[in-house]
């Protein structure tokens, strides 16, 4: 069974904050992505690596960052949090040929 | 760019049947697919379907797509309290990492 999993399920956070978001895969997949789930908007992509030290940016990737040590691990960073990040953050994987992505549980994140 | 659409609520009594629609824009589309969200969880693939086919049958779900008006469906019959989610309509271009998500259609499902 492939498992995704992320650090935490819920966290709350203060403005200015700097908030790490770790995901890891346990089936030595090629690709992970970084979303953002908000009502009305569906999931929105905010980085994207497809190996290790490699990444590109999605759709909205300001004001974020992210970190690919290890093929099993994709870190999301917030190096300032701000109110409007707080949000549902999904993280997924895939191989490169494949067509289908796992995804994790999911973090909320709450910015105060 | 690319765009995918679905309406946002569906409530069905139980035991009849329900169906998702979603639109693409995209034509060079080549996977579609539809995902299920528990409350609290993440994503769950539900079916998926090639863009060169029409249908798709799995149990109790049954995949449409209108290739010409870029029009796809879910179908769940005989539906149980426990398909109460939110469902997800995503399309992938072959050769592209780009998954493309609607914003998801809350399904009710009624006793």
């Known amino acids: 069974d492939v498992k995704v999993t992320q650090s935490s399920r819920y966290l709350v956070k203060r403005t200015g904050e700097k908030v790490f978001l770790e995901c890891v895969q346990d089936?030595?997949?090629?690709?992970m992505f970084w979303y953002r789930q908000d009502p009305g908007l569906g999931l929105r992509l905010i980085y994207f690596?497809?190996?290790?030290?490699?990444?590109e940016k999605g759709d909205i990737p300001e004001g974020y960052s992210v970190s690919r040590e290890k093929k099993e691990r994709f870190s999301l960073i917030l190096e300032s949090a701000s109110t409007n990040q707080t949000s549902m953050y999904l993280c997924?994987?895939?191989?490169?040929?494949?067509?289908?992505?796992?995804f994790g549980p999911g973090t909320r994140l709450t910015v105060t | 760019g690319e765009d995918v659409e679905q309406s946002l609520f569906l409530s069905v009594r139980e035991g009849d049947s329900s169906v998702i629609n979603c639109t693409y824009t995209?034509?060079?589309?080549?996977?579609l697919y539809w995902y299920k969200q528990e409350p609290g969880a993440g994503l769950q693939l539900l079916t998926y379907?090639?863009?060169?086919?029409d249908m798709k049958q799995d149990q109790r779900l049954t995949v449409l797509l209108n290739k010409k008006d870029k029009h796809l469906s879910l179908r769940i019959a005989d539906t149980q309290t426990g398909d109460s989610a939110i469902y997800f309509c995503?399309?992938?271009?072959?050769?592209?990492?780009?998954?493309?998500f609607g914003t998801g259609t809350r399904l009710k499902v009624l006793a």
């Open positions: 997924a994987s895939s191989f490169h040929t494949s067509y289908e992505q796992y």
């Open positions: 089936m030595d997949h090629e690709n």
């Open positions: 690596s497809y190996d290790v030290k490699m990444k």
């Open positions: 995209d034509s060079s589309s080549t996977y």
């Open positions: 379907i090639f863009s060169n086919m």
């Open positions: 995503a399309e992938k271009t072959s050769g592209t990492y780009k998954y493309i």
